[in-house]
């Protein structure tokens, strides 16, 4: 209750213009619909004030992606490794509908966020793809 209470500004310090914050718990969203260089620089504004707000606070925020995308390629590792292992003897068509169900989408999951957030998570991404060639 006290952490409600604690985030209950957040919502009118990062609003501005079109940009939208969604607050569930100890969890916040802020996004926007980018089409212009102005959009860009309304959603940069909001993630400055809600830097500055967590640094008045002394509340760190966790703005990594490099551990979630390196779950989701182990999943993704993990995953193919499991078809591979259980599956030698199906058809490419039956093989290609497990690959794009059970791999691939755990590997485009969220990407839009992070793709390519740096060139040596693209080339692991890239190396799980290849993986069922071999």
Known sequence: MLFIIFINDLADICIHDETNICLYADDAKIYKHVFS???????????????????TWLLSL????????????????????????????????????????SVRSHLEYCNSVWAPYKKLTLTNSRKCKNGLLR
């Open 37 to 55: 260089k102005a959009d860009q620089d309304q959603l940069q504004m909001s993630l400055s004030k809600l830097h500055d707000w967590s640094n």
């Open 62 to 101: 966790n703005l990594d992606f490099g551990m979630h995308i390196a779950e989701r390629i182990n999943k993704a590792y993990s995953m193919l490794w499991l078809i591979k292992r259980n599956f030698k003897d199906i058809g490419k068509e039956a093989f290609l509908l497990l690959y794009k169900h």
